[in-house]
Nanobody, 116 residues
């Protein structure tokens, strides 16, 4: 059974940090391109970051809105994907999902709220 389980969300003040985790199982994680997406309140899904494998291993791409503030880390030995989020702003408030490519299978998401 394919499973993606996100955790680590919560309420944080502007300028704060959070680290999201995504536990993967049921598929060959180390050879799977993974991404983070988010859904702000009342809006559609937004791409955040993609972590590549194979010939492009160690390459991670980021949306302009998060570049320099967010870092995606993958631990293939533990089948884990992380999203380190720094200098958070209210615009980062959203439900965050990890997803695998190419079929966009997603977990249930974790809520991040940035507010004072």
């Amino acid at each position: 059974e394919i499973r993606l389980v996100e955790s680590g969300g919560g309420l944080v003040q502007p300028g704060g940090s959070l680290r999201l985790s995504c536990a993967a199982s049921g598929f060959p994680f180390a050879s799977t391109v993974m991404k983070w997406v988010r859904q702000p309140p009342g809006k559609g899904l937004e791409w955040v970051s993609t972590s590549f494998v194979g010939m492009a291993a160690n390459i991670t791409t980021y949306a302009v809105s998060v570049k320099g503030r967010f870092t995606t880390i993958r631990d293939d030995a533990k089948n884990m994907l992380y999203l380190q989020m720094n200098n958070l702003t209210p615009d980062d408030s959203a439900v965050y999902f990890c997803a695998r490519l190419p079929d966009d299978w997603r977990g249930q998401g974790t809520q991040v709220t940035v507010s004072s």
